[in-house]
C-alpha cells in the first residue's frame, strides 16, 4: 500500500501528459521524469515507460437490419444516376387509395453515414419527401343532422367579398332583444365620409397606410407624428354622452375610473419623441398584424387602447355589411358595432385586463350591431391585447364568430 502525501505537496505537483504504465495502473500521480520519480523510489527504472491510450471507439458501418415492411428496393433516377432504397408497403386483398405523384422526384444520392442508424432515418426522410399526401377539397359539403335538417351555416367568399348563409334571404340571425334601456342613436360607424378626416390631432387610418406600406415608410414619412391620446378619449367621451342615458354613462364611468388615471400617469412623464417612439412602435407592430390577419380566414378587427379602428379584415367587412372606407375614414370606435349592453361589458372587462396579464387573451360574447338599421349578430369574440415597451396597452386584435341558432 503506498503513503498519502501531505496536502501541500499534492497541490504543489502538476499533473503530466502521458503517465508511465506504472503509475497508470496504481492511479499514482506520474511526472514527465522517465523514469519518473515513483518508479525510482520502487527500483522500476528499467521498465517506467509511457503508458498507451487506446482509441476512441467510433461507429462502424454495420450491415443493415433486415425490414419486414420492406419487400423491394426501388429505384429513383436523380442528377448523379445512383438509386435510393425505398420502403413499399405490402398488398393486401382490400383496394387501396392511391394519389397522383407530383412530377417533382426528390432523389439525392445515397450517403454512406458511419452510422446505420443515420442510414436508416435518410432513406425514410426521402420517401417521406417522394410522397405526395392529397389536398384537401375546395368543395362546400353539407352536413345533415339526425333530422334531415341542413346545419346552419355561414360561407364568405373573400375573393368575390360575398357571404352565403342557411338562413331565409342569406342573411344571419337577428340576436336583438328589445330593452327600454337601448338608445335609438342613428348608426354612425355606417356613414361614409366625403373626405378621410385629417386634422393637427388626427390622421384616418385609411391616409396613414397609404404612405405606410413598409417598415422603412414608418420612419421616412412625415404622416406618422405623436398620438394625442387624451383628445381621442375625449372625443370616445363625446360620443358615449349622445349615445347612452345618465345610469348608463355611470357604470362607463366606473370602468373607465379603473384604468384611465393609471394610463395619464404613465405617459405623463414622457416627452414629444418618447409620444412619436411610440407611434412609431405601434404603426411597425400593425404592420406585422395586418400581414398575418391578412392569412387568416376568421373575422377580424384591431383598434387602440382608446377603441378607435385601425384595421380590419375582408371578412369581418363581408359579415357585418361595412365598408373599409367607412370605418378607416374617420375616427371610428370598436363600441359603435356593439349593441348597449355589450358595449358596457366591454368597457368592465378592459378595466379588468388593461393592468392585468401582460399577456392577456380573453373569451367572451357580445352582440356586433351591424350596418343594416336594428340588425344585430350574436358573436363569440376573442380579445388579444398588445402591449408597448411601457406594458401599455397599444392595441386589441379582436376575432369575431358568429353565433349560429337552427331556424
Not at 194 to 223: C, F, G, M, N, W
Not at 268 to 289: G, I, W
Not at 291 to 296: P, R
Request: hydrophobic share 30%.
Amino acid at each position: 500500500m503506498t503513503k498519502r502525501l501531505p496536502l501541500e505537496v499534492k497541490l504543489a505537483r502538476k499533473a503530466t501528459r502521458v503517465a508511465c504504465e506504472f503509475c497508470h495502473h496504481k492511479h499514482l500521480q506520474c511526472d514527465d521524469k522517465r523514469p519518473c520519480t515513483n518508479c525510482t523510489k520502487r527500483g522500476f527504472q528499467d521498465s517506467c515507460r509511457d503508458s498507451v491510450r487506446k482509441k476512441k471507439s467510433v461507429y462502424k458501418d454495420k450491415p443493415r437490419p433486415s425490414n419486414p415492411r420492406q419487400t423491394s428496393d426501388v429505384s429513383l433516377s436523380g442528377s448523379s444516376g445512383t438509386s435510393v432504397p425505398s420502403t413499399v408497403l405490402p398488398t393486401t386483398a382490400s383496394p387501396v387509395k392511391t394519389f397522383e405523384l407530383s412530377p417533382f422526384v426528390f432523389a439525392p444520392e445515397l450517403r454512406n453515414f458511419e452510422s446505420s442508424i443515420a442510414n436508416d432515418e435518410y432513406v425514410q426522410l426521402t420517401d417521406l419527401l417522394n410522397t405526395n399526401p392529397p389536398s384537401p377539397t375546395d368543395e362546400f359539403v353539407e352536413i345533415e343532422d339526425d333530422d334531415e335538417d341542413f346545419r346552419p351555416f355561414v360561407e364568405i367568399n373573400t375573393e368575390s367579398l360575398s357571404m352565403r348563409t342557411s338562413y331565409p334571404n342569406n342573411e344571419t340571425p337577428n340576436s336583438y332583444v328589445y330593452n327600454e334601456h337601448h338608445s335609438q342613436m342613428p348608426n354612425t360607424a355606417s356613414m361614409v365620409p366625403v373626405a378621410p378626416e385629417e386634422d393637427e390631432y388626427y390622421t384616418a387610418p385609411s391616409l396613414v397606410r397609404k404612405q405606410v406600406q413598409h417598415p422603412d415608410d414608418i420612419y421616412l414619412t412625415p404622416v406618422i407624428r405623436a398620438y394625442r391620446y387624451p383628445q381621442a378619449y375625449h372625443a370616445l367621451i363625446h360620443y358615449l354622452k349622445k349615445r347612452f342615458s345618465k345610469y348608463q354613462l355611470i357604470e362607463i364611468a366606473k370602468c373607465m375610473a379603473k384604468y384611465r388615471p393609471s394610463f395619464i400617469s404613465a405617459t405623463k412623464s414622457l416627452h414629444e419623441n418618447d409620444l412619436l417612439f411610440t407611434e412609431r412602435s405601434f404603426q411597425r407592430s400593425l404592420l406585422e398584424y395586418e400581414h398575418l390577419i391578412s392569412m387568416s380566414p376568421s373575422p377580424i378587427i384591431i383598434w387602440r387602447r382608446t377603441g378607435e379602428i385601425v384595421a380590419l379584415t375582408d371578412t369581418f367587412a363581408v359579415m357585418t355589411g361595412y365598408s373599409r372606407k367607412a370605418l378607416l375614414s374617420k375616427r371610428t370606435y370598436i363600441v359603435e358595432l356593439m349593441d348597449d349592453e355589450s358595449t358596457i361589458k366591454y368597457f368592465r372587462s378592459f378595466s379588468e385586463l388593461a393592468f392585468g396579464d401582460l399577456n392577456a387573451t380573453y373569451l367572451t360574447d357580445c352582440n356586433l350591431r351591424k350596418a343594416e338599421e336594428n340588425n344585430y349578430l350574436r358573436c363569440c369574440c376573442i380579445w388579444t391585447i398588445k402591449r408597448d415597451v411601457f406594458d401599455i396597452p397599444m392595441l386589441i386584435v379582436g376575432q369575431f364568430l358568429p353565433v349560429l341558432e337552427r331556424q
